[in-house]
């Protein structure tokens, strides 16, 4: 299958405050590259201040790397394009509950990326907010609801249904799952599987919980101190751990693939 | 002995829409020197149940009880003065977010030596402040933390997160206490953190013989670290029993489903394929089903059901279902799959 997102060589430093001819530099992230498939679920494992964030914030635009360069189906992303950038790349939050204005319906919060993005009319918007709703198992009468009305499992799908309504490419799940319940968890995962297979998407996932991790992503990458320092394919890579960090990972939440 | 046995705990709250039944007849009992966890999910009532133990309830809750007992002591006939006095001595509770717990404009030093009882302390009055002194660098030392000094000196917000438990544990220790309840206690932590959190929690389990009850929403998380296990959903008992009883042999469809949810105890699952769950989502409370509360969710639920079931023993292991997963059915589910 094509690659559908490349990113070669990317990397990230900021001058720290000093002496104008002691000038500091700290690397949060050191030159990394990485592909994906389409359909496929890149899964990338790291503590804090691994570099996982700013990883995730350079390839939605968030930030610009210092160096190398994004590819999406060939083509080079531009730091500055952002419009080119957020319709095939799109990001999900922890915490869905803030991310949401308490101030918009949920119809006025999904046609916001649409007026920007799309040249669509106001009621094929309509159309496509309800089928949108529908797809992330929500019903399409929903749209009138305001987000404090519903639960938090619901309006991690509410975001979910945000960041697919654009058809983007690759979706970045930043701890997606990590706040939900247990059960709604579960119900979350096998409806990011639907669409994976549906709309044929590419995930990145960021995420300490290994369970969902081996059960989601084909390859993974464990990230220490802003470096890759193991990747591959996620059976291989959990059945026979290399580096001291992916061990002490899995020793930590009591991991053991036969 | 049992250190803490409540039999049908109700709390009902009072809300603009009329009075709520948030909790529903809860039975939880903990022995000595055991960890229990308490584990549901978001508006199963386990924090309000935390709360009714330590008595920090509002008015505006009502809490009845059948039986409520406390190393032997029948908390139910006492004042309500005298209830609190026992319990603040005997018990302690962590939270989450340990940093908004602590005051953020006072030293941790300050913070620790406010919470020694003078009580604790021997000597004369101009002895004191050094023995304060002392006990705080013990209990640091207790809880983990070497660098003493550079702890005692510092606001919460120099320290990380885990540093900050350890001090709220170091707190709770403070007093003495025979019973810990940690909420929560290491929600949004790295998984490295909170592995050394649950072993520190361990480790005073077995030294001290500190009773612990562990509050969670996520069973796999628990499983490790708890002797014996209770689960809630939405105010409701669930079920009861030893952690490998809880999971290696669930007897209630909501337990079987939170371990099958589960992706750790499912390793033998191929990648990707669908997770076992429960349709719809949790109920708030304004609108609770009546009679059994998973109800609308529960895969085996019949007529019966719109009636509440009452708990039945199977050997220790409590279950509260109509039609509980006994062994052969058990199995012959896990067949047809
Ligand atoms: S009592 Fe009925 S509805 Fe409740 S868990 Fe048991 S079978 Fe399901």
Redesign the interface.
Known sequence: MSVLLDVKDIAKSFKLKGHWYHKRKLNALSPLSFAIEAKKTLAIVGETGSGKSTLAKILVGAETPTTGKIYLNGQLLKNQHFKQRCQHIRMIFQDSGTTLNPSLTIQELLDEPLILNTVLNEKQRKNLIRTTLQKVGLLGDHMNFYPHMFSGGQKQRISLARAIILQPQVIILDEALAALDPSLRSQMINLLLDLQQQMGLAYILISHNLGIVRHFSDDVMIMSQGEVVESGKTIEVMRNPQHKVTQKLMMSQNFQIK | MNLLDIRNLSIELDTPSGRVLAVDRVSLSIKEGEVRGLVG??GSGKSLLAQAIIGVLEDKWHVHADRFHWRGIDLLRLSIDDRKALLCRDIAMIFQEPMSCLDPTTLIGEQLSEAIDTSQLSGYFWQRKKQRKEAVIKLLHKVGIKKHEQCINSYPHQLTEAICQRVMIAIALAGRPILLIADEPTAAM???T??QIFRLLANLNQLKNMSILLIS????NLT?WTNTITVMYSGQFVEAGSTEQIFNKPMHPYTR??VD????A??Q?P??S??????G??P?LQHLPIGCRLGPRCPRAQQTCVAAPTVSNYHGHKVSCHFPLLRETGKKVKGSH
């Open positions: 999910e978001s790295e998984s490295t909170q592995g929403h996520d069973l796999e490790h489903a939170l949810s589960s992706t750790k499912n390793l699952l990648t990707k669908r997770l076992m769950t429960l349709p989502s949790i708030v």
